[in-house]
């Protein structure tokens, strides 16, 4: 049982590429989301998604899209990286669509870097 | 505006020493309260929730937390910690049952140093 599982561990992109991150987890959970992990800013929400075929923005969603056409897997793109999205990001996925009344489960993280 | 507020950016303790984080938010009603752990270069763990009941909440590697209700307050306590208690410890809350959005919003973070 991998859990929830995101490649890369690291990546550095020039200002404008694009990439995507990968989250996948094997627990057939309904909920995953993506945060991003700032010094002295905790981490903060980019989007969710309750289930395949339904996503939502969080509280930084600017700059990023997500897709679930799977219950597995739950991509975050970075559509034109600028530097402000140098972050180390998080996916993590919940057993329930609704409210989280139970741990999230994080993967291991990505390290971004945007020069 | 809603949030969570974590008063303590950095603590600096020596083994042994007692230990309180402390935790408030901003959301009126019932909510879910977590306190999540970050060890050095690892991912978030759940150290301990609380949901209902008991309003003093036992958790892993003898943390415990105390939901003050009137307070708004969900601190962390350990009595005597340890060097391996070294880490980042993030409080969380989901909002109450009427935001009908399925977040949960994080604390600024509180980073523990313990020396041996």
Same mark, same amino acid.
């Given at each position: ?59 930084? =969603?600017?700059?990023?899209? !997500? ?7 739950? /991509?975050? #793109?970075?559509? %034109?990286?600028? =530097?402000?999205?140098?972050? !180390? ?7 329930? /669509?609704? #409210?989280?009344? %139970? ?13 | ?116």
């Amino acid at each position: 049982n991998a859990g929830v599982t995101q490649t890369p561990k690291f990546q550095v992109l020039k200002t404008g590429q694009s990439m995507t991150l990968q989250c996948a987890q094997d627990m057939n959970h309904e909920y995953m989301s993506w945060y991003r992990q700032d010094p002295g800013m905790g981490l903060r929400l980019i989007h969710y998604s309750v289930g395949a075929g339904i996503t939502d923005q969080g509280e930084v =969603p600017n700059g990023y899209n !997500v897709s679930r056409s799977t219950t597995e897997d739950f /991509p975050l #793109r970075l559509l %034109s990286a600028a =530097p402000s999205q140098t972050s !180390v990001y998080f996916c993590a996925s919940h057993r329930a /669509p609704g #409210r989280i009344n %139970s741990p999230l489960h994080f993967g291991n993280g990505t390290r971004l870097t945007v020069t | 505006a809603q949030s969570v507020s974590q008063h303590n950016h950095h603590v600096i303790l020596s083994e042994a020493a007692s230990l309180e984080l402390g935790c408030n938010y901003s959301y009126g009603g019932t909510v879910n309260l977590f306190w999540y752990v970050q060890y050095p270069g690892q991912h978030l763990q759940l150290l301990l929730k609380y949901f209902s009941g008991d309003p003093l909440v036992k958790g892993i590697k003898g943390f415990e937390a105390e939901f003050i209700k009137s307070k708004f307050s969900f601190n962390l306590r350990k009595p005597s910690v340890q060097w391996s208690d070294t880490a980042e410890y993030f409080c969380a809350v989901n909002p109450p049952w009427w935001d009908s959005s399925y977040k949960l919003i994080f604390g600024s973070g509180t980073r523990l140093l313990v020396r041996p």
